[in-house]
């Protein structure tokens, strides 16, 4: 046999081992002591399109020592598993936990505490500007105390988290991203009776020769809308920057529980929408993504605190304002959105800032005394 002909077959062989390597089949472990559930997602109630993976945990009530049976796939409506018999919770979220830059979830195998929380930001306070030409050395540093330091605490809010090394300001939390939960309570997984395993999607006739447990979830938001807007009677005209924090939301939801933590955390605000409504006055509004308020919380004033610092357009005053305002917020539930509103307040006169650009003085000409010129 010629060498070209040796190449030849080896090609071809190589050609066919591709295309056989290409046929990817789903690969199912099951026996006796496992039965067939098969899971169907339904994402209306969250989202409009069906997001790009999903992740799943069953915790066995049965027992309660073994580890979660957990899976992440990109099979969002349906999506074919094997679990043993028993009784079982379950949780269902959209993507996969380490697609969440600003969550993290903590305690998974833990029925009872596992948990999705918000993130430190990486800007900690002590690193917090205000941002602008002509700022005074130094008024960050009061600002960030304001904002981020004991003031802004509710004097009856006894828990809150580490300060920041030895600076005495709180660590700041990320606002969480959108998330979609189900929570599935006292799932039963019977015996299944096994014939060759088809997937469902090819199922038609040979369907009663499988006995599949169906589990259907409807996942919702479980991140809100907290609306803030703050009136300006007088004075809007003066206003320049208004950083801002709130604290005393809850930091975290527990999966299973379906209830929001109890610790709370402290939130940045630097972006607000100036509306005017008149010559000198209009209103300043912002939203926050949150998880809400604490399972605690009973709406008492000293549960939350919102701390404005107003920065008038002189680049150096600066007025601070901090609001118990626990009895103040309004909740939509079906909307999963909350609305505060504060005020009217009045900001002091402030001249324009006058440090942008440059001004150049021109000496005037002088009366110089005529000269002969001679050619």
């Not at 899976?71 to 269902?92: C, E, K």
């Amino acid at each position: 046999m010629s060498r070209n002909s040796i190449i030849c077959i080896f090609v071809i062989f190589l050609f066919q081992l591709l295309l056989t390597g290409c046929d990817r089949r789903e690969l199912y472990v099951y026996g006796d002591d496992f039965h067939s559930v098969e899971l169907e997602v339904d994402w209306s109630n969250y989202v409009s399109n069906d997001p790009d993976g999903m992740t799943v945990w069953f915790y066995p009530l049965d027992d309660p020592s073994h580890p979660p049976y957990s899976s992440t796939t990109a099979n969002v409506r349906r999506y074919a598993f094997y679990l043993p018999r028993g009784h079982y919770q379950g949780v269902v979220i959209d993507y996969s936990p380490e697609e969440y830059s600003h969550q993290r979830f903590l305690d998974m195998d833990d029925s009872n505490a596992a948990r999705v929380e918000v993130m430190p930001m990486d800007q900690q306070p002590d690193t917090l500007t205000v941002a602008g030409p002509g700022v005074p050395e130094g008024l960050s540093n009061t600002i960030n105390e304001q904002l981020f330091g004991e003031t802004a605490w509710p004097e009856l809010l006894m828990e809150r988290p580490a300060t920041h090394e030895e600076n005495g300001l709180y660590t700041v939390a990320n606002q969480p991203e959108k998330m979609g939960l189900d929570t599935l309570l006292n799932r039963y997984v019977d015996n299944g009776e096994y014939d060759e395993y088809i997937p469902w999607r090819e199922r038609d006739s040979y369907q009663s020769s499988l006995v599949v447990k169906e589990i259907y979830a409807e996942p919702s938001a479980v991140v809100w809308k907290l609306l803030i807007r703050v009136w300006i009677r007088n004075g809007f005209n003066y206003l320049w920057q208004t950083p801002a924090s709130v604290a005393g939301l809850a930091d975290g939801h527990f999966l299973l529980l379906h209830v929001n933590t109890e610790n709370p955390c402290l939130m940045r605000i630097d972006e607000w929408n100036m509306v005017r409504t008149g010559d000198n006055t209009g209103y300043i509004e912002t939203t926050v993504n949150t998880f809400g308020l604490r399972t605690t919380h009973e709406n008492r004033p000293g549960d939350m605190r919102l701390n404005l610092s107003f920065v008038l357009r002189d680049h150096a005053t600066v007025v601070n304002y901090h609001f118990d305002v626990g009895n103040n917020v309004q909740i939509f539930d079906g909307r999963l959105q909350m609305q505060l509103e504060i005020g009217p307040l009045e900001l002091p006169y402030a001249d324009p800032y006058d440090g942008a650009g440059f001004g150049a003085d021109v000496t005037p000409w002088e009366n110089e005394p005529d000269i002969d010129v001679e050619f």
